[in-house]
């Protein structure tokens, strides 16, 4: 069998998944992302506590990291519209 033809009638099943697991694998590298940002932008000292400043640090930073377009097309269209 050519090995060309073979991703051309791949089963549409498997392309499914691969695609699901390719969208939970970017998902996951975001929260990464956001944590590591979020972590060093608002935390000073680890202790057993947040206290208010650095919760709310948190709570913006991970919604500014929401807000902003994952992929460079939405950039495109939002700035159009």
């Given at each position: 069998?050519?090995?060309e033809n073979q991703g051309a009638t791949a089963d549409p099943q498997l392309q499914q998944f691969?695609?699901?697991e390719s969208q939970k694998q970017?998902?996951?590298?975001?929260?990464?992302?956001?944590?590591e940002v979020c972590w060093e932008k608002c935390m000073d000292k680890p202790g057993?506590?947040?206290?208010s400043r650095t919760?709310?640090?948190f709570v913006n930073c991970v919604e500014r990291f929401i807000d902003?377009?994952?992929h460079p097309e939405q950039t495109r269209t939002n700035t159009e519209e």
């Amino acid at each position: 069998m050519n090995m060309e033809n073979q991703g051309a009638t791949a089963d549409p099943q498997l392309q499914q998944f691969i695609e699901i697991e390719s969208q939970k694998q970017r998902f996951q590298q975001l929260v990464h992302q956001m944590t590591e940002v979020c972590w060093e932008k608002c935390m000073d000292k680890p202790g057993p506590k947040l206290d208010s400043r650095t919760e709310i640090c948190f709570v913006n930073c991970v919604e500014r990291f929401i807000d902003k377009p994952i992929h460079p097309e939405q950039t495109r269209t939002n700035t159009e519209e």
